[in-house]
Nanobody, 122 residues
Framework: QVQLVESGGGLVQAGDSLRLTCAASGRTFSRYTMGWFRQAPGKEREIVAA????????YYEDSVNGRFTISRDNTKNTVSLQMNSLKPEDTAVYYCAGATEWTTSPAAFGSWGQGTQVTVSS
């Protein structure tokens, strides 16, 4: 499995932007579908965005489509989530995760980072 470490979270105001980055260890990063998930207090973990191994396929959850952009750099073993026009309802712990096939189901992702907190104040 790939080891994942997220960074870039913080406290921002509504309308601001943040960029999350997930760094992966190991030589097999390019073999993984990568996803960003979030979990708000009292809610289930949900997928935010996913990107296939070479970036040919990308998925966005409806509420972030047009505001968030997922990207990856297989030469640097990183996947990023650019978040623009943030809203208070985007407040959550954000996780990156890897899966060995194209999927958007959290259950199919076997490698998870520790998470980074994003708080958006109104």
């Amino acid at each position: 499995q790939v080891q994942l470490v997220e960074s870039g979270g913080g406290l921002v105001q509504a309308g601001d932007s943040l960029r999350l980055t997930c760094a992966a260890s190991g030589r097999t990063f390019s073999r993984y579908t990568m996803g960003w998930f979030r979990q708000a207090p009292g809610k289930e973990r949900e997928i935010v965005a996913a990107i296939s191994r070479r970036g040919a396929s990308i998925y966005y959850e409806d509420s972030v489509n047009g505001r968030f952009t997922i990207s990856r750099d297989n030469t640097k073993n990183t996947v990023s989530l650019q978040m623009n026009s943030l809203k208070p309802e985007d407040t959550a712990v954000y996780y990156c995760a890897g899966a060995t096939e194209w999927t958007t189901s959290p259950a199919a992702f076997g490698s998870w980072g520790q998470g980074t907190q994003v708080t958006v104040s109104s």
